[in-house]
């Protein structure tokens, strides 16, 4: 069991923000972060808005995560947004959500917003429609432009356009921009100034490996177990008889990218096995899990190495963010 740091004090579930200096004219663009996690998607629009960003409400449900962020932003996140109305959230301009993928289930009725109620897109639907941001901008895996036979997509595409948006929706893949991850997402980003041509950007140059960001010695607890290992390779002989490419996925310093870390990466570390020499594999550990996000070396990883994986399996590569935030940037500013 995860324990929280003794000296963290007690999370509470009511609204947290920074204040906002009304006297300062620089932060021109106010953020609010929702589903924030550990602040991913944050720190990509921070890179490059820098002094120009206020973030002035997070929102975060589970109670790790809300510690990581709070030790690295000095902000913590309110818990569950559907507990918040929008009108108690603070005026902003950028709305930022890594949203869970769920299937509306009245969505073959095509009842616009109405087909959003009792997921946690609606809230994200309401707190734009009462607070008119200039731009929207949500992460989600790749499999959701084609979830539930294309609709859950049409759904969320159809509301914001019926709340005023002009829509673009493309899948990038973290490999093209920097980290040494096989990692598919889709980034739906939506204006309400229609005359924004927004592109997305090209794939980048980039001669990186998996060596250039595994740590020069590494504790052995993240040695797998020869019982673990057993098991693996026996399971990866059953599916391979069985025709299919499932099982341990083992990469080396050369590798040109690793598959995509997961929330579940803490169980077994299956999916990103490390080849050492006259010796069984490894996991990551949590700083190189960190590390394959784009996350920074000064990070602040609070929490046991179980939450950390969790948080950034589940959190967003940070350098795509980044390079998207930069785009999003250059239209506001022209």
Request: aromatic share 12%.
């Amino acid at each position: 069991m995860a324990i929280l740091n003794p000296n963290f004090r007690q999370l509470d579930m009511t609204l947290q923000f920074n204040n906002i200096d009304e006297t300062n004219t620089n932060s021109t663009y106010r953020f609010i972060d929702l589903f924030a996690g550990v602040g991913g998607i944050r720190l990509g629009f921070e890179n490059i808005f820098n002094e120009k960003s206020s973030f002035v409400f997070a929102s975060e449900i589970d109670k790790f995560a809300q510690q990581t962020y709070s030790s690295n932003y000095g902000h913590l996140p309110s818990g569950d947004i559907t507990k918040i109305e929008p009108e108690e959230i603070p005026s902003f301009d950028i709305l930022l959500a890594g949203f869970p993928c769920q299937p509306f289930s009245n969505a073959g009725l095509k009842k616009g917003f109405e087909d959003t109620r009792g997921t946690l897109f609606f809230d994200i639907a309401q707190i734009a429609k009462h607070h008119r941001p200039q731009v929207l901008f949500l992460e989600n895996v790749k499999g959701f432009k084609n979830h539930d036979k294309g609709n859950t997509f049409r759904v969320v595409k159809e509301t914001l356009e019926e709340l005023g948006y002009r829509v673009f929706s493309e899948v990038l893949n973290a490999k093209h921009f920097g980290v040494p991850q096989n990692r598919e997402r889709i980034y739906i980003i939506a204006f309400l100034d229609h005359s924004i041509e927004f592109k997305f950007p090209e794939p980048l140059e980039h001669d990186i490996k998996l060596g250039d960001i595994l740590e020069e010695t590494v504790d052995s607890k993240y040695t797998i177990s020869d019982k673990l290992w057993e098991g693996h390779q026996r399971r990866k002989k059953e599916h391979k008889k069985k025709g299919n490419g499932f099982g341990y996925c083992i990469f080396n310093e050369a590798s040109e990218y690793t598959s995509t870390i997961s929330a579940r990466y803490y169980k077994d570390g299956s999916e990103i096995l490390i080849e050492q020499k006259d010796k069984n594999p490894r996991k990551l550990s949590p700083r190189e899990a960190g590390r394959l996000q784009g996350f920074p070396d000064d990070f602040k990883i609070v929490v046991s190495d179980t939450q950390a994986y969790k948080q950034f399996g589940n959190s967003v590569a940070v350098p795509v963010i980044t390079k998207l935030a930069e785009e999003i940037y250059k239209h506001l500013e022209s």
